[in-house]
T-cell receptor, first 114, second 122 residues
Framework: DAKTTQPNSMESNEEEPVHLPCNHSTISGTDYIHWYRQLPSQGPEYVIH???SNVNNRMASLAIAEDRKSSTLILHRATLRDAAVYYC???????????????FGKGTHLIIQP | GAVVSQHPSWVICKSGTSVKIECRSL??????MFWYRQFPKQSLMLMAT?????????EQGVEKDKFLINHASLTLSTLTVTSAHPEDSSFYIC??????????????????FGPGTRLTVL
């Protein structure tokens, strides 16, 4: 799987938007961009994923650069419950179809200040 | 949504004993389940891939005789840590894959994670 680079940590204030960046300059044409998050002492949970177009769901938005070498996870209005480690993961559409395990990097530790 | 449970949520055992951890997909069938391990302040590391009805596939460096995996049904996979030692103390997390889409290129398996099991070996 192609490598991703994320900042180790970010800090934001409650009820403000948060933009979490991810660089994936070696992304291939068949790589989906996935975001998962892990709350303290819990298993990871899926946040969002995309291939080329920007995506929105009830949890977040995903903005994908035109060249796909970077993406940004957007939390529109952060709450204290959003404090977690956020992982940006690339999954090849072929291996994803074959159900391979995920490769987690270090992720970004998001700190939310009240 | 898809729910995956793990049991127990935490366990403390003596060195040399074996511990079994269960992973269940509660509302869907999962032909493939995965086992991860997470040490404090570190990221999740894939240990093995568990396929229903066949032998598990272990990642490099993971001892298959120490971490026994059984995937006897489409909703249950178990991980047994045999002869546990303090260095096996970790957070063990499973995930279950559910197919999304009709299959083939362009479809993929979503992974749903369990809440994790905290193992402490004294």
């Amino acid at each position: 799987d192609a490598k991703t680079t994320q900042p180790n940590s970010m800090e934001s204030n409650e009820e403000e938007p948060v933009h979490l960046p991810c660089n994936h300059s070696t992304i291939s044409g068949t790589d989906y961009i996935h975001w998962y998050r892990q709350l303290p002492s819990q298993g990871p949970e899926y946040v969002i994923h995309g291939l080329t177009s920007n995506v929105n769901n009830r949890m977040a938005s995903l903005a994908i650069a035109e060249d796909r070498k970077s993406s940004t996870l957007i939390l529109h209005r952060a709450t204290l419950r959003d404090a977690a480690v956020y992982y940006c993961i690339l999954r090849d559409v072929y291996s994803g179809g074959g159900a391979d395990g995920l490769t987690f990097g270090k992720g970004t530790h998001l700190i939310i200040q009240p | 949504g898809a729910v995956v449970s793990q049991h127990p949520s935490w366990v403390i055992c003596k060195s040399g004993t074996s511990v079994k951890i269960e992973c269940r997909s509660l509302d869907f069938q999962a032909t493939t389940m995965f086992w991860y391990r997470q040490f404090p302040k570190q990221s999740l590391m894939l240990m093995a891939t568990s396929n229903e009805g066949s032998k598990a596939t272990y990642e490099q460096g993971v001892e298959k005789d120490k971490f026994l995996i059984n995937h006897a049904s489409l909703t249950l996979s178990t991980l047994t840590v045999t002869s546990a030692h303090p260095e096996d103390s970790s957070f063990y997390i499973c995930s279950a894959a559910r197919a999304r889409g009709p299959g083939g290129v362009g479809s993929y398996n979503e992974q749903f994670f369990g809440p994790g099991t905290r193992l402490t070996v004294l």
